[in-house]
């Protein structure tokens, strides 16, 4: 396995960047997303 | 004939099934896509394209995604329009946002990849090209969505829209690869993958199948979850 | 006069009176031919080889303009439950209009493309072919149209969402359009008026259907 990505480094990496930061950000918007809702039941449900 | 589907397809029990399932789904998805990655880093690079290769397997992956997602979201608008079932409205709305960022991240990643291929950051060719205008059919989805205030007719509405750009997705595919091959310019990516290299892709397509999958069952629990809290809410008004 | 005729005629002379749809369509239409080269340089070669698609892309924007009130005008004032309850089936009254739609736009377009295609140096056969193309294929704009008017007629600023939703969907249309007018200047057949003849009998056949469905249920919400 070899991270060697001479010499096309200024593209590859930006583009695994974009990805991570894209996906990762959509993962973690959708567990923010459940967790908010998930607490906004329980405070109602105990009402 | 789907009426064993729909006894799942009540929310209670939807929200039951989906919370067991779905640790072992992002297990599975984060095993596959780690392989994935692993088996990318260890392919030899191409002997054209060098290590640019790379950018393939994430690139992909996630054009492929922004049409898998698409059609999902048309099928659950089928379910919508014809059971009028509230988890189809839920399912269909949630798969948008999903099938969007997927739609951006092929065309930034093919971007990073066009250029040292081609020499261009851009190029329209025919994947490209009805890929940014998938985007921009995900684009009004979301916005007519957002746009109508009572949820139901919504989702109805949408439906529409979500069938209607389905039914053409095939037809713009197949006039812009005519368009592209019509004003034919630069030498365009063949679509013969190396043996060596349909592991890795393969399997990050796979991957990216799954993550899709674990997010929208997540998306569509959250759905369901914030109804009931408006019910409780209206409930008590 | 049957139902169907009577509509057509209703919202014909309603677009042609408030000086709103035929006037402004083609006035849109000559400001985009007029404002495009003042944006890209003189060179008329230049312009003679893009000149399709641009008179392509501003007819099509063109249509558009009026496309909102297609449906909604007469949502908002009543007159689409009376519609409605009418012996005119909502398809037969989605089809009318749509019809109206285009006589008061596409085909004054495809009319006006001839003295257009000169600001561009089109040659007779290439400036021919595009209207033939904007005859054939402005019919596919209506119909998509009706239907982007007939998902957002209760939207009060549906009008920014319409192009979004419709204009992807027509991409084909822009396409072959200007496909037909390509094979004329490099003399290559390439079946671009089948694919537009095509794309453009689908979408008129389906576009009343598919309008009536969405009035339903804005009509029912």
Redesign the interface.
Known sequence: ????????GA??W???A??VI??GG??VW??A??RA??A??AA??K? | MFDWLFRYANPARFLGLSGAVLPWLAAVTVLTIGTGL?LG??APPDYQQ???V??MF??VP?ASMATVVYLSMAVASLFSLVNRHILADVAARTAA??GA?FT??AL??GS??G??MWGTWWEWDGRMTSTL??F??Y??YS??WN??E?E??AA??CA??AL??AV?IP??K???D??AT?HQGESIVSGHVAPVFLGPLLTMMGGYFL?FLT?WL??I??MI??R??RN??GA?A | MTPFFALLRRDLRLSVREGGGVGLALGFFALVATLVPLGVGPDMLLLSKVGAGILWVGATLAALLSLDRLFQADYEDGSLDLVALSPLSLEGAAAAKMIAHWLATGLPLTLLSPVLSVLFGLPTGAMLMLAASLLLGTPAVSAAGA?GAS??L??R??GL?LP??V???L??AV??GT?MV?EVQTGLA?GAFG?LAA?SLATVLLSPF?AA??VR??LA?
Request: charged share 15%; no cysteine; proline share 5%.
């Open positions: 396995m070899s991270f060697d990505v001479a010499p096309y593209f590859i930006p583009a695994y974009v990805t894209a996906l959509l993962i959708t567990i997303k459940w809702a998930k906004k039941l109602l449900e009402q | 692993y880093f260890s060098g290590r640019t790379l950018i994430i690139h996630a946002p999903i960022v951006l991240l930034a990643t990073l990849w250029k040292p205008v998938q921009f059919l684009l009004g916005a007519l746009a109508i009572d139901t007719k109805r509405i529409i829209l209607v750009g053409n037809i713009i197949f006039s812009v005519w368009w019509l993550l997010l997540v998306r629990r959250t979850v914030e009931r809290a409780l809410m008590e | 239907i998902l957002t209760s939207l600023r549906g969402i979004l939703i204009l992807p969907l991409t084909p396409i072959f496909g390509v390439t694919f794309f598919i469905m969405a249920l804005n919400g």
